[in-house]
């Protein structure tokens, strides 16, 4: 059992390094107890995603309730023969990562197996399940205590939301023409404008300004490496920012490598570097 609990966990490891540097890059400034739980976490939310954005087969649906399925099975059990299930039902358990954070994640990834235009509340539910969920279940691993997980809650929520809808604006283009997708119910694709940009991006700005509060207030453990995804995605809208709005729906925006690593670089050198 020891074995294949190492070995899901570094599956886990392995599929958020090759499908995000930037998160990879951020949770290797976790504490070493950490790191294998957030790798966890990821790991689950990117194979939910694999089967919502690149598998083009008739039966996404059918998968997706499938891995849900197998989640909270193995949740109950303690055990799935999926190694990626299996270190992510082992992480729930162990930091009581409650259902409740679970199902509004898989309800958000079934609102993407069809293309979609989202109205305000599609959008507000979807933030939460697909997002703000997320930077929950990792609150959970990073304060392992209740009176601080609640302190910081609003805080991880405002970031997982934020994080998700500079996803949004970086990714329009390929949402919009590749998936048929339109999550923002302030314009349409055809209608999006440097005022819808701009509108989009002050309300980013809100949700990180709450976040930058909660940040200050984790663990040791965990806050450089929170931070340091902060600075990314600060870096990132700060593109999309100058960037106009025409060539966000032509291209993909990104922070390259060097830039990562600059960034990786900085936060390390402040002796915030756990073992």
């Not at 082992?90 to 109205?119: C, G, H, N």
Request: glycine share 4%; with cysteine; aromatic share 10%.
């Amino acid at each position: 059992m020891e074995l294949y609990k190492q070995v899901s966990y570094k599956a886990s490891k392995l599929v958020t390094n090759e499908y995000s540097t930037s998160f990879g890059l951020s949770i290797r400034l976790f504490s070493a107890t950490l790191r294998p739980h957030i790798y966890a976490i990821y790991g689950l939310v990117r194979i939910a995603d694999e089967i919502v954005d690149s598998y083009d087969g008739p039966h996404r649906l059918t998968l997706l309730n499938s891995l849900e399925k197998q989640t909270m099975a193995a949740i109950d059990l303690g055990y799935s023969t999926n190694p990626i299930v299996h270190a992510f039902a082992l992480t729930v358990r162990e930091y009581a990562i409650d259902t409740s954070l679970i199902a509004p994640f898989f309800e958000s990834m079934r609102m993407d197996v069809t293309p979609k235009t989202f109205d305000q509340s599609l959008y507000d539910t979807y933030i939460y399940g697909s997002a703000e969920v997320v930077g929950l279940m990792c609150l959970k691993v990073f304060t392992n205590d209740q009176k601080l997980y609640t302190k910081l809650k609003k805080g991880a929520g405002k970031l997982g939301a934020a994080y998700q809808k500079i996803n949004f604006l970086r990714d329009i283009a390929a949402d919009a023409k590749g998936l048929g997708r339109w999550y923002f119910p302030i314009s349409s694709f055809e209608t999006f404008d440097e005022t819808a940009k701009a509108t989009i991006v002050r309300d980013i700005e809100k949700d990180l300004v709450s976040a930058a509060k909660a940040i200050t207030q984790l663990p040791a453990s965990s806050r450089s490496a929170v931070a340091l995804s902060y600075d990314y995605y600060n870096q990132l809208l700060k593109k999309i920012r100058t960037t106009p709005a025409p060539q966000l729906q032509q291209k993909r925006i990104r922070v390259n490598n060097l830039q990562k690593t600059a960034l990786f670089i900085r936060t390390s050198a402040k002796g915030k570097l756990h073992a």
